[in-house]
Every structure is written in C-alpha cells, then in structure tokens.
C-alpha cells in the first residue's frame, strides 16, 4: 500500500495574513466547502482568540456537513502565568466546537526569553496544560512548534524538550515549523528525522516560502518521515507566503508516488487554484507551477515542433492531470474541445464538425480579448451559444434607455434610475432608488420585468464582483462585472464589460434575467432534443 | 578560503521565451550593463542562430567594455549528417563573437530518436565535433546537455556517454538541465554527483520551475558538488519560469556560505529586480522571495510587537542585505505597535504613550470594520492620523455637492458629472464628461481643483482598484476603491469606501489630492519637528 501524506489547508487563517487579501465569513465559508469537496484532510478556519470573524465563521461552520474534511481551529498556548482552564482565547478555541484544535508554541529559547520573557521551564507547563486540557475535553489536537528549526539550531536540547511535552501530553501531531521560511532543505530533513525518531506521535511540516524554499522544505520533511503538510492554496501568506498547496500537492503525489488527494480531485487543481484566487480578488499568477495559465504553454518554436512529435518531450506530465492544459500548440483544439465540454455541461448537443462551433469559439475568443471571462459565468456563455444555434433569436426583453442619477449636496445623497424596457409590444417605464446607481439600476429593471414576467420575483443577486481590467489606464479602465444569481435551488453566473462600472452591471443583470426566463421551460430541452 | 559557484545569466536568452516578455536589442543591453556592474559571471545574450535581433544585440555588445562579466552566445551542437565547419547556425555563433560559446546538446535518447530522429552515435558525434570545433577557435565551451535528468532516468549508460563525450572533446563546464523543469532534488542530486565523479571537467546546474522546486534543485545540485548555476533575474523563462537568480544567489551567499557576487552587490538585489520587471514592463511580484515589496512586511499583531522587540525573531535575515526593508501592514489584525512603526514611516513621530495613538488606533480600527483597508493606502492613513493630531484641521478643499447622470438611449450614451468645490472663500463649480461616472467626476474634480492649486496637474492616476466587500448582498454590497496616485516623482495609494462606488471612488479620489497639497511642505515637516 502506498505511504499516504494528510494535507491540512489553512489558506483561511495564515493564508488570510498575505498582503491584499481579506476574507469575509462568506468568503470563507464558499472557500471551506470548495476544499472540503476537493478532499483535504483538515481545514484551519481561524483563530476564534485574535478577532469576532473568525469566531461568526465557526459559528456558521457548525451547522454545514463537512464531507472529507475535519474542521480545525487555531490557537496559542495559554498565557503565562494563569491556568489553562482561566485564559480567555483558550476557552474560545474550546467554543469554536471543531474537532480539531491547534496550537501553537515556543520551541526556541530566543523567542521564550525575548517575546515571552518567561522561564524556559514556564513554557514547557504552558504547553503541557494546554495540550492536556484540550484532549480533555476531547479534541483532536495538533501541536504547531513555532520557529522550530530555528530554535533547534540555537538550543537543540530545549527545542526537543518542547516537543516532547506536547507529544507526552497527548498531542495527536507535533508539526515542525519552519515559521521564518529561511531555512534550507538539509537542515528540515534533519530536525524533522530527528522529531521522526524520537516522539511518541506522528510528525508534520509547516514551511514558508522566504527564501523560496516553501514547497521543496515540505517534500524534504515528507522524505524524512513526515506524514502531514500543512500549506495554503496558491501559497497565500504573510511575507512571501506559505508552502504552496497547489505544488506541493501534485509533487507528493505525482513525483513522489504518495497519497493525499483523491486522483480525480486533482483534475480540478487549476479550477480550485482559480476559485480561490477569484475569491481573494487576485490576479491569477500565469507563471504559478502546475496551474498557471502558462504552465504548459510553448513559445520557442523547437519547443513547439517537438511538442508537436510527442508531447512528453518538453513536458513533465500531462496538463490534464491537474486541469491545466497545453497552450500555443494547436490551441484552436484545444479551445473546441473546451467549448463542447462547456456547452454538454450546460445542457447543449454539439458536435464538432458543425460550422456553429466554430462560429461560437469565434464569437468567445474575440470577447475574451474583450474583457469577457466565462469561465465564472457560464449562464452569458450559454445565452451566447444559443445565440449562435438560433441565429440571433429575438431577446425576451430589451432594455431601450435608461437613465441614472446621483446628487449629493449638504442635506442629502439621492439615487435614482429610470428604464424604458420593451417585451414584445408592451414597453415598461419604471423609476427606482438605490444605495447606488447600480443598485438603482437592478431596482428599476425588475420593477418593469416582473410586471411581464412575474416568476422573476424569485430571483436574486447573491453576489456581485467588479474587477478592473487594465487597471493602469486610471478610472478609464475597462470594467468587467461578475453576477451570482439564484431561484432558490440554482445559481448561476454572468458577466459584463464596459468602460462604464453601470453598463457592465446592466449587461450582466440583463443576462442573468434573460437566463433565468429561458432557462427551465426553454433553453435546455430545445437544443436537448434539438441537434 | 570559501568555495566560489559562478552566477550564469540567461535573462537575455532563455528569459525572454517567458510569456509577454519581448527585449528590444536596446531592452537587452540596458539589462546587460546592469548584470555586469552586478557582477554574475557570465551573461547569455542570445542565440544568434535563431534571430536577427540576437545577432544585432552581440554586434553592438562587442563595442562595448565589460567588466566583470563574459559575454556568451548560445546555440547547439551541429545539425546531423553535415560537417560541423558548414553548419550556418555554428557559424553565426562564431561570428558572435564573444569569449563563451554555450551549446546544447541531446543527452536523452527518446529525443535523439524522436526529436532528431538520429542514431545514438550520430549524436555523440555532433557534440563532440562540435564542442571541438569551438575549442578550435579559441573559444571557452559550455555544454549544456538537455533533459539531463530524463534522459537519465531513461538511460543512464547512454546520458553519461554524452556528457563524456562533450568533456572529453574539451568543453570547459558540462552543465546538468533539468530542461522540463519536473524533477525532484534528490534525482537532481544523484545525476550531478555521478558527474562530478567522473567527468574530467567542473559541472554546472540548469533548472526550471514546473513544479516549483527550480531554486531548490539548483540547491541541491550545488550541495552536490555543481560550482556552476544557470538561471534568469526574477526567474523569468518559457512556462513557470527558470532558476530565479534573485532567491538562489542569496540563498547560496547568506544561507550556504558560499561565494557568488560580491556582496555589496547583494545590497542591490532588489533594485536590480525591480529594474529588470520595468524593462520587461512586467509589475514585480510583491511576494517574490527575498526581493519583493512583502517579503519583510508584518501584518499580524503579534508579529510586530514581537519584531519590534528583537527583529530577528521573525525575520530569517537582516533585510537591508539584499537590497529590501521592512515595512508594516495596518490592519484589523494590528496592535499599537503597527501605528507607531506604520506612522514612523510616514514621518510622523509618536509616542506609544501619547493619547492620540490610542484615538488613531480607534479609529483605525473603526473604520477598517467599516471596509477601510489601510495597507494599501498609506496616504489615506496619514490624512487620518494628521486628523487626530491636529484635532479634526480644516481641509484644504470640499467638495460641497455633486451630481452624476448617465443616459443611454438608442442614439447615444453620455456620461456627464458637475461638483461644487469650496476652497477657502472661492467656490468652483465645474462640469466634466467621461467614459463612466466615475471618469466624469474625476475629470470635474479636477478641473475645479486646478483653478486653486496648479500643482495638480502633474498628478495623475496610475491604479484604480475596485473590490465589492460581503458582495454576497448583492448590489447594495458595501464597495471599497483603491487608487494609486504619482506625480513622477513618488507614488501613494488612497482608500474610499461606500455602498456607492461613486461616493467611494470620490474619498479616494479627494484623499490622493488632498495628500498631493498636504505632503511635501506641510504634512512631514510639521510633525517631523512637532511632537
């Protein structure tokens, strides 16, 4: 049987300390379920002690199922100087009612003698009482030895001496930290064989990736007997980041031959990579190993030839294996078969000799150059194909003016649209008011639809994301608009672009409405049965 | 005496196969003086054999004087079935000119019988007729033998002969390639310490990044006895990229002990990195080991408090040694001891003690609850602080009403924002049009402005960031803008945050030029003496 290496994700707590990013507890919990359903082992989803979001998350955590991951959450040792079972932020982590607590602890005596300035002996208690009265009350606890390679170069015998107290007071995993990120791969091998050898329980890794070493410090520890990784999606973190999960995890199990993930979660490594990504608002990094957009992609023109005679030639694996994919070469294949997956998923038959999917690969490439992006927003990509199949069929409504108005002066802020919208014969003028003008704006053009299409009252936005693209060319920057929408029992996405934030937001209401009318009763069992 | 690994650049050559990088012959001997006045070793400038551009960049590089680095030309082995003295592409390398020939050659035999479609024999003929047909003309030979490591685990006899043949033939460095960038250290490893056993010449290293360990394998081939390491500034390359010589030249000096380029050189690193994504009009990655503008910020409070007392305690080097320094990210995270460094860099001085630190951390906090993000947005946090320590002063300008509209009908779409602006007695009322309403008012905002204060003009925009906060409510979501400002000399990010994007995108807006007036003559000065 293979070795198998437990991956413990904890893009929400240390990854929430990267530059940039700020999560919201919904934020979190889309997050959670994502990484739950791609299969890793354990989620840490915050430190209830350092702020009220974190304790809302557990909160809200609580009442989910979580199918493959336990929930975990993090924490210090208690203070110095007061029982274990008095110090707030451990009762909080008690409260956060997940299965798996974890805390972290001094292992170097720099730190117990400078940051804590308590007794080297104090410290030992504190992570013993600690550890001790969290197994008590039941958990599954994960002991974190902060700056542990570092304090094992400057006192070996005191670094060892704390893991050992937590191992010995019933710790489920003692986790060497390389909390710095300087260290090299020897000197993790080392401590880790070391932590391997000597205690009771099993060892994990935690690395950073200051010196660029945050994935190669984990696999070194995983060749030294580690069986537990603790990283971040996209390598999110304080400084230059944490061990990239989105590497190391195909490293483990591709180049090393472990077990983490389910294989076939892999094949949605990129797409997590990307949801993650979307979520934090950050620009997808091209160059990222195994699911950057230029991961696979060939410019020499050798390489390209070569590519072209057998794929294994300049390539290390098969981009499908992580849901990446070969660029450059022939990538108007590549595009077609993505499209006729796409266009299956949303309920279409198309094959690939028709003159249409070349019409509709057409129309995508050229908004995507645009601005457009559909991977977010497949209900706009299918309203898009049906375009194609039914040659421009006539739209279910037509937004003909609108008109949008904001005034603020000493006494009051005022928003306020107007729309003139046309179904069929009838034309519907309505006014509304709004927070803002694109909030005024989805007012006015639901009051005119659900006049003429009263099963529109059950939709509503359930999230709205503006990016700006080209965000160099100042407040004239091209505007590309996310909307989530749902009936209650789906979602779905659209998307608009413009130079204007209120038209981009007006092209993606307008999709996500138009959707929402064709949906059910028209749009799939048409072409089901159609082509 | 420390043992020395010699630093051998190909920005210039393998560098610019990376994904949107495209040197100019200009570009490339710009990049060229700086790595000199650096000091690598060696400077890859191109394959003459492959493009104009590199022949014109070598026929200019001769006239000029290089001080510390060799200039190399790139190419390969001869073609198959010709005499190496008729092969053009061999040619051009000699009329290059330089003192360093650098070749590949096949050392796979998956790639000699499917790439090249030779025999075995064949091969090693070409590489070493055509190794010694350069040393024939005086030339120092670097032979690089292609996936190295695969072709290796593939056939490790027929690798070994290839690389015996280049050294034999009289190649001066034969360098291990880990050409598709998957292999793992200890395969790495292995390779290279087989051919520093037996071959009769020193050993080089040539990595890649697919899988993210292109910094640790060139590690771990040095460990193993390579003194030769071949990458590019900022790890720029066809696919994730080379060997990022902006983490293995630190990480081979500071960590390893060895000796690279001077090390007042190192003092520069930053600075050299910053200077090559400029050229390759690239935005440098914040989170770049070693280098990037977060590789030594703290953004958790009790990192900083603990940073403040021994900075070493979370920091694995002094960052001025590379060219880098602190900094300090305001967030809900942070304590007092963020404000007070935060404030230090802004050039205010304050006590912890001072009862205003507490009302700005207040407030801080406040308004960070409220949306507010300060990191990004120094110049806002200084407005703020300047408020609390000047007790609520009067602002330079108001803008005391505005009023934005957006009409579309079928003819035509404009987009038409007026404000009133107060500055002292004088009152601007002013009207701009634009390609959104928040363009418009910019535009408006401005035009009033100038009248008073001309010096505005030279302020432009030069980041407008959008980012809908809980966007799960929808429309009505609360939306924070960030915009970064410059008037050619220095560069500052504002912060504004509303329901309505216009309201937020006006804080901003008025923060950056209220900041513009403020800084120079008033801001600094008065605080720097005050408290």
Chains 1, 2 share one sequence.
């Not at 602890?105 to 208690?125: F, I, M």
């Not at 003139?420 to 639809?449: I, S």
Request: proline share 4%; charged share 25%.
């Amino acid at each position: 049987m293979k070795r198998s290496v437990e991956i413990y994700d904890t893009t929400l707590r240390d990854g929430s300390q990267g530059e940039g990013i700020n999560f919201s507890v919904h934020d979190k919990l889309r997050i959670a379920e994502r990484l739950d359903a791609f299969g890793v082992h354990y989620i840490e989803g915050g430190w209830p002690g350092s702020n009220p979001k974190d304790i809302e998350f557990f909160a809200q955590a609580r009442r989910r199922r979580w199918r493959n991951a336990r929930l975990a959450a993090f924490g210090s040792t208690r203070r110095k100087g007061i029982p274990v079972d008095r110090d707030e932020q451990v009762r909080l982590l008690l409260e956060a009612e997940t299965p798996v607590v974890t805390i972290y602890g001094k292992t170097s005596l720099l730190h117990v003698r400078e940051v804590l300035r308590c007794k080297p002996e104090e410290n030992l208690a504190m992570i013993r009482e600690t550890v001790r009265y969290l197994k008590d009350h039941g958990r599954t606890v994960i002991y974190d030895a902060e700056h542990c390679i570092d304090g094992y170069k400057l006192d070996p015998d005191y670094a060892m001496a704390t893991l050992k107290a937590a191992a010995e007071a019933g710790a489920d995993l003692v986790v060497i930290c390389d909390t710095n990120g300087g260290s090299l791969m020897r000197e993790v091998a080392e401590v880790t064989a070391l932590a391997v050898r000597t205690l009771p329980c099993p060892v994990g890794i935690h690395t950073h990736d200051d010196i660029g070493l945050g994935v190669a410090n984990a696999l070194a520890a995983v060749e030294a007997g580690a069986v537990h990784v603790q990283g971040t999606i996209n390598g999110y973190g304080e400084r230059t980041g944490n061990c990239n999960l989105t590497s190391v995890i195909p490293c483990l199990t591709f180049k090393m031959g472990l077990k983490t993930v389910p294989r076939r979660s892999l094949r949605k490594l990129k797409e997590l990579s990307q949801f993650v990504d979307e979520i934090a608002n950050l620009r997808p990094n091209p160059r990222q190993p195994w699911v950057g957009s230029a991961a696979f992609a060939h410019k020499g023109g050798t390489h390209v030839n070569a590519v072209q005679k057998i794929t294994a030639s300049y390539e290390h694996i098969d981009p499908a294996l992580v849901g990446n994919s070969r660029t450059v070469l022939v990538s108007d294949l590549a595009g077609r078969s993505n499209i006729l997956m796409k266009a299956r998923e949303l309920g279409f038959r198309l094959h690939p000799d028709m003159p249409e999917v070349k019409e509709i690969l057409r129309l995508v490439k050229e908004r995507e150059h645009q601005g457009y992006e559909y991977e977010a927003a497949p209900a706009s990509l299918a309203l898009l194909i049906r375009g194609v199949l039914e040659h421009n069929p006539e739209l279910l409504f037509t937004v003909e003016t609108y008109h949008v108005s904001m005034r603020r002066d000493a006494q009051e802020s005022i928003c306020e649209a107007t729309v003139k919208v046309r179904v069929g014969d009838q034309v519907h003028h309505t006014v509304a008011e709004g927070d803002g003008p694109v909030n005024a704006l989805d007012g006015a053009l639901r009051a005119a639809l659900v006049r003429s299409f009263p099963e529109l009252r059950k939709v509503r936005l359930t999230d709205y994301k503006v990016r700006i693209l080209d965000s160099a060319a100042g407040t004239a920057a091209k505007t590309r608009v996310l909307i989530e929408s749902t009936d209650g029992h789906e979602e779905w996405g659209t998307v608009g672009v413009s130079e204007n934030i209120v038209e981009a937001s007006l092209q993606a209401l307008a999709d996500s409405l138009e959707y929402a009318l064709l949906r059910k009763n028209r749009l799939r069992r048409r072409h089901a049965k159609g082509s």
